[in-house]
């Protein structure tokens, strides 16, 4: 059975492995823990545990139980004192970390509990902190503040600097067949794992293909007016290696009433800019892999999932675009 490991966090990577549970594929999610914002941030500083929030919806997506279970999972608290904004999902993952003793046994054994199609395992085993180096040299801390610093981005970096993954992580990419990097927000949500320094070197050693599925909109905060090319080019600048074979792009036309509600938030379509990623070496896919409904766009978790199976395959046929 082919392996796909996934590296990402926020809502992209979710949205992905919906699609990809669906495949008799060998599947493994890598998770960011570098939130420290909301629900996460509260039981973060509170119990001293890694961010559950992101682990949380990934092993909702993988889950394979009842839809009422799911929303139990998933369920909000909107009042009571100290419950509010918490999700109950976390709360089970911070009771879980307390009853185990950790954190990734903790997700190990809601993963049998959710009846979870493939791994997910935390990029490590304790909160990581991100920073933010700006343009003008000011450094911000705090994954949840770094978007809305208000100025451009250099460089982003972890403490403490000597985080180590799983050993079973670092097995997982030794092993995969395809790596899949994306979707979520470039600095605050796939960045941070790769910056684990033993996960950023694998990735870079690893002779498995490697595919960076680019982001449908821009971000302000993180990628005003970011090309493609732009996206990979940060990814670069932050690792040892021009580690990537593909990049996946969408170029089907967003509805103007969406792009306008989006330009409010200073958001704009990622443009595939084709020239440029081709001069990066790259095998260049841009599709209609999108997914538009009720003003909001997302990647079309069937499309996006039936595209990186067909990476596995033996090249038969040229997919460039």
Known sequence: MKKIVVIGGGTGLPVLLRGLKQYDVDLTAIVTVADDGGSSGRLRD???????????????ALSDVEPLIIELFQHRFENG??????????????????????????????GK???????????????????????????????????YSG????????????????????????????IVIGPGSLYTSILPNLLVPKIGEEVCKSKAKKVYICNVMTQAGETLNYTASDHVKALYDHMACAFLDAVIVNDAPILPETKERYAKEFAAPVVCDIRELEALGLQV????????RDGTVRHDTKKIAALLVSLLAPPSHD???
Do not use: W, Y
């Not at 970390?97 to 903790?106: E, H, K, L």
């Open 46 to 60: 509170e119990l001293d545990m890694p961010p559950p929030g992101d682990i949380r919806n990934v092993l909702a």
């Open 81 to 110: 004192n100290g419950l509010s904004g918490h999700s109950l999902g976390n709360l089970i993952l911070a009771a879980m970390t307390s009853i185990t003793g950790d954190f990734v046994r903790a997700v190990r054994e809601m």
């Open 113 to 147: 509990v959710l009846n979870v199609r493939g791994k997910v395992l935390p990029a490590a085993n304790e909160s990581v902190v991100l920073h933010a180096e700006m343009e003008d040299g000011t450094i911000v801390s705090g994954e949840s503040k770094i978007p």
């Open 151 to 178: 100025k451009q981005i250099k460089r982003v970096f972890l403490t403490p600097e000597n985080i180590e993954p799983l050993d079973e992580t670092i097995t997982e990419l030794r092993t995969a067949d395809l």
């Open 285 to 292: 896919i841009c599709d209609a892999l999108i997914d538009e």
């Open 319 to 321: 997919t460039h675009v």
